[in-house]
């Protein structure tokens, strides 16, 4: 496992890079500020945190509302350290009434993201909420996931932690990786999933993940990267990262969500993909998702509020029966197929699917509706 | 109009119609010229909060991606011509809707005219009626026929049959399916 014995650095590369809209490898996040839950100071989260943040100011506080910030991009500058209360696991919001579902479970450590894309749907879910969380007790936390993998032997599992945060941006402060990746590589049903747009890899390095953990990466095209996903790495610096966690033995998996409907969308794309298999082996692929920008009236909202705005609000986003707002059904469709065909042409045995999208695009997509639970049993077979 | 008279204006006409706080602080925000032209506009047609706010959206929408101010996209010749023309308010209501939703998605509209035309093309009796999905998000006609005896049934049918067979009836699916 790897250890840092030297205190980080403060860079708040957060604030520089708000303008250059890039972020040098190497170079992780770090908080303005630093406060933990009366309680909790002497978790193994604080005492590390307090270790590797000698010079971050700290506060112990009686009361967790104080410490929320009063705006989203405060929010990403604070860093709160409590204890979780309730349930950690809970179903992925996608699988929503008339969506066709892949049985993604969702299991959230932390809150809010150091990366500020402009697409983010935590602008509008974290709003009231918006400091960046981890939670201390996290041993609760995988011993409910234990109960649930040993309550229903025979299913096939499919665990993420990168609904509410990027699942490896903190890892340099939390080592969070060091407890769940030994974790999962013992359970024979389940696998769990990275996902992250960050080079944070350091700790997965060290560790035997078992064909029981997925790195995943949130990728696209360019220049959407450079206009809409504020304070993350380019697409090189998470592919050369991708391509180092291959070599250490994990799958990778590759999202390609938000696809968005851009002028030269297709050239954009095609190059992405290019440049993804130039350096990644297809063979350990785990899977490669498409899913198109969904909006909420409150997310368009929050973007309209943005400085800087790319391409998103001016594409033709028309609302679908579950209230989002998506491009067109019939540009969707055509994307995905496109997107489709590429992906197949590169190794047409890729598990590949489609996210938050009704029975109907699938089988113009794909041919055929899967069945329920059919998804994820098929993603997590394929790992072998 | 200075932009103190604009913001003075805007929060009478505002506040007689009883626009949300939200809705008008944003409207104040805008640059004294846009603030203005959405002025004009909303008293011309007497707009109530949401009918403005969804023509504002997509005016500002078109905007953003054209690089034009508010003030350009609302006087911009297909609309000016509907707001001078004779038509009364509901009906130049309807139209500035839908000149500005053609003008904020043109694929879009250009599929649904396609598909519009192609319907025509089917020449079927004025007792069929073929609707298409609301925003073309899905894949499936609605068509409905009325028949007040057995012999127009028998036509409604008989016509709808020899539809399906024709390149337009393949077209129309396919456009439905797949932007072209």
Known sequence: ??????????????????????????????????????????????????????????????ELLAAEPHDFGAGKRRLVVQRHQGSFLH??????????????LVVNFASNCP?????????????????????????????????VLRAHPERAFRIGTGELTDSLALDHLTDLSCELV????????????????????????????????????????????????????????????????????YKVGLHFDPLIAHDDWETGYRDAIDAIFRRLETQRIAWVSLGSLRMTARLKAAIKARPQRGP???????????????????????????????LRQVDDRMPLYICMEPAGVWEKVFGAVPADREVAQRLVAGLG | MNTVDVQAAIRRYAGARMYGAVTTERWLRLPSPDGEALLQLATELRLGENQLRDLWDWAEEIGERDQLTLSRVLSAQPIAAVRTGHLG????????????????????????????????????????????????????????????????????????????????????????????
């Open chain 1, 1 to 62: 496992m790897a250890t840092r014995a030297e205190p980080l650095v403060a860079g708040h590369w957060w604030r520089v890079n708000r303008e250059s809209m890039t972020l040098s490898p190497g170079q992780y996040w770090l908080p303005d500020s630093v406060w933990i839950e009366r309680g909790e100071e002497q978790s193994a989260l604080a005492r590390r945190l307090r270790a590797r943040l000698p010079n971050t100011p700290t506060q112990v506080t009686d």
């Open chain 1, 91 to 104: 179903h992925c919001p996608a699988g929503t009434t008339g969506m066709v579902c892949c049985n993604y």
């Open chain 1, 115 to 147: 990366f500020d894309c402009s697409y983010c749907f935590l602008q509008d879910y974290l709003s009231n909420n918006p400091a960046t969380k981890v939670f201390t007790n996290v041993a609760d936390g995988l011993a409910e996931i234990d109960g």
């Open chain 1, 182 to 249: 030994p974790f999962f590589a013992e359970r024979a049903n389940a696998v769990l999933e990275l996902k992250t747009k960050s080079d944070c890899i350091d700790n997965l390095l060290h560790l035997d993940p078992k064909e029981r953990v997925v790195v995943s990466w949130s990728v696209n095209a360019a220049s959407i990267i450079a206009a809409e996903e504020a304070g993350t790495i380019p697409l090189e610096a998470r592919l050369t990262a991708a391509a180092r966690v291959q070599a250490a033995g």
């Open chain 1, 312 to 342: 998103l609000l001016t594409s033709e986003l028309v609302p679908g029966p579950d209230g989002k707002e998506r491009v067109w059904r019939g540009l969707r469709v055509k994307m995905y197929r496109q997107m489709l065909e590429w």
């Open chain 2, 89 to 180: 308010r509901n009906d130049k209501l309807k139209v500035i809707k839908a000149v500005l939703r053609r003008l904020r998605f043109p694929q879009l509209v250009a599929v649904e005219d396609r598909l519009a035309d192609l319907v025509r093309t089917l020449q079927l009796p004025r007792n069929v009626r073929i609707s298409l999905p609301e925003q073309l998000e899905g894949d499936q006609l609605r068509i409905e026929i009325t028949a007040d005896s057995v012999a127009a049934w028998r036509a409604a049918a008989s016509a709808l049959l020899a539809a399906s067979d024709t390149p337009a009836g393949a077209e129309l699916f396919a456009l439905l399916g797949e932007a072209p």
